[in-house]
């Protein structure tokens, strides 16, 4: 059974960072991409940014490059979000996702065949 527990969230002040942590256990042999999403209040939810798990290409949406990044470990199963310069913006719950094959830029939540529970991140102004 796939597990993906994310942690790291928390309250923050507008230009401040955080590092979220996803502890995935269970993954299939074929698990292709892991990714952030995030959903504010009264929003659909969102990409943010994704990593190929064994190859390593990374990518971002707008909103995230040159202020996150994202990395994993292959031996430990974790995918990290390291979030700087955080807006109010980024107030959401943020959840961890796993997809199974290739696609070209899985950036919708339906490319992702399992989720974590997410964390929540508040930025305040």
């Known amino acids: 059974q796939v597990q993906l527990v994310e942690s790291g969230g928390g309250l923050v002040q507008t230009g401040g960072s955080l590092k979220l942590s996803c502890a995935a256990s269970?993954?299939?042999?074929?698990?292709?991409?892991m990714g952030w999403f995030r959903q504010g209040p009264g929003k659909e939810r969102e990409f943010v940014s994704s990593?190929?798990?064994?190859?390593?290409?990374?990518y971002y949406a707008e909103s995230a490059k040159g202020r996150f990044i994202i990395s994993r470990d292959n031996a430990k199963n974790t995918l990290s979000l390291q979030m700087n310069s955080l807006k109010p913006e980024g107030t959401a719950v943020y959840y961890c996702a796993a997809r199974r094959t290739w696609t070209v830029l899985p950036t919708g939540p339906n490319d992702y065949d399992y989720w974590g529970q997410g964390t929540q991140v508040t930025v305040s102004s």
């Open positions: 990593s190929m798990w064994i190859a390593g290409g990374t």
């Open positions: 269970g993954l299939p042999d074929d698990v292709y991409t």
